[in-house]
């Protein structure tokens, strides 16, 4: 099976900064693109950034300036710089991956468990 891991999470204040990681392990052959997605309480959930296995990255109109995302292919991790901070991206941040487990498998998502991020006014 494949796992990610979140951590970096936390409470901050408005304008100030936090650093997301998310490392993929298991039965891993390849990785398409990896991302992050919040959810708010009530909200649907959103994408946030998505990177390729090239460094091709997308990014929600919301975050574009402040955030920024990055991946270490050779770790299998992914990583979100949150800077400028607003109370509005306060939400759980959820890791995702594109994962082929071996030769001729399918492409398969996987999701992290999550890790809260609080923005206080």
């Known amino acids: 099976q494949v796992q990610l891991v979140e951590s970096g999470g936390g409470l901050v204040q408005a304008g100030g900064s936090l650093r997301l990681s998310c490392a993929a392990s298991?039965?891993?052959?390849?990785?398409?693109?990896m991302g992050w997605y919040r959810q708010a309480p009530g909200k649907q959930r959103e994408l946030v950034a998505t990177?390729?296995?090239?460094?091709?990255?997308n990014y929600a109109d919301s975050v574009k300036g402040r955030f920024t995302i990055s991946r270490d292919n050779a770790k299998n991790t992914v990583y979100l710089q949150m800077n400028s901070l607003e109370p509005e991206d306060t939400a759980v941040y959820l890791c995702?991956?594109?994962?082929?487990?071996?030769?001729?498998?399918?492409?398969?998502?996987?999701w992290g468990q999550g890790t809260q991020v609080t923005v206080s006014s």
């Open positions: 995702h991956a594109g994962v082929v487990r071996w030769l001729d498998d399918p492409l398969y998502d996987y």
């Open positions: 298991g039965s891993i052959f390849s990785i398409n693109a």
């Open positions: 990177i390729t296995s090239g460094g091709s990255t």
